[in-house]
């Protein structure tokens, strides 16, 4: 398998993996690559680095990143377990109740539930607060 860093002619960046080189220039050339942004077909190969591995030891800081995504995932728990601990869970009614709530029809309190990406939507365009809460995190048993 190979990762090719991939850009489409609106300049939208991303990466694929395919089977060998000739599998990508054979795909190209077919017209089967496209943006995944755009649907651009009009794909090219972009710069990108090679993931050479050596054998000398990381120097310290380099798993910055790793130490970084740690502590936003526990950060992130953290705010779901309070909302979950203190919030009314509302289930698939949650954007009727937000909007009864705005509006006064419903007796002020914190909620969270279920609201599909049109009813987001609309909350927030008619001046409703509403945010997304983290996803639970995955469980260890169903992780790759």
Same mark, same amino acid.
């Given at each position: 398998? /190979? %990762? $090719?860093?991939?850009? *489409?002619? &609106? ?12 599998? $990508?220039?054979?795909?190209? @050339?077919? !017209?089967? =690559?496209? *943006?995944?942004? *755009?649907?651009? %077909?009009? =794909? ?16 310290? !800081?380099?798993? /910055?990143?790793?130490k ?7 950060? @992130? &728990?953290?705010? %779901? ?17 937000a %909007?009864? /709530? ?8 914190? /909620? $969270?539930?279920?609201?599909?990406? +049109? ?7 008619? !001046?409703?607060?509403? +945010?997304?809460?983290? @996803? ?9």
């Amino acid at each position: 398998m /190979i %990762r $090719y860093a991939l850009k *489409c002619d &609106q300049t939208h960046g991303f990466e694929a993996w395919f089977g060998s080189s000739s599998d $990508y220039d054979d795909q190209a @050339a077919r !017209g089967l =690559v496209e *943006c995944p942004f *755009c649907g651009s %077909r009009s =794909v090219e190969k972009a710069v990108m680095a090679p993931a050479v591995s050596g054998a000398r030891k990381s120097e310290p !800081g380099s798993d /910055i990143a790793e130490k970084m995504q740690t502590v936003m995932m526990a950060a @992130a &728990q953290q705010v %779901r377990a309070h909302v979950e601990a203190n919030f009314d869970y509302v289930g698939d009614s949650f954007a009727r109740e937000a %909007r009864d /709530i705005h509006e006064g029809k419903s007796e002020k309190r914190e /909620i $969270y539930g279920e609201a599909t990406p +049109a009813e987001v939507k609309k909350l927030k365009e008619d !001046g409703v607060p509403v +945010a997304a809460l983290p @996803a639970p995190p995955p469980d260890p048993s169903k992780v790759n």
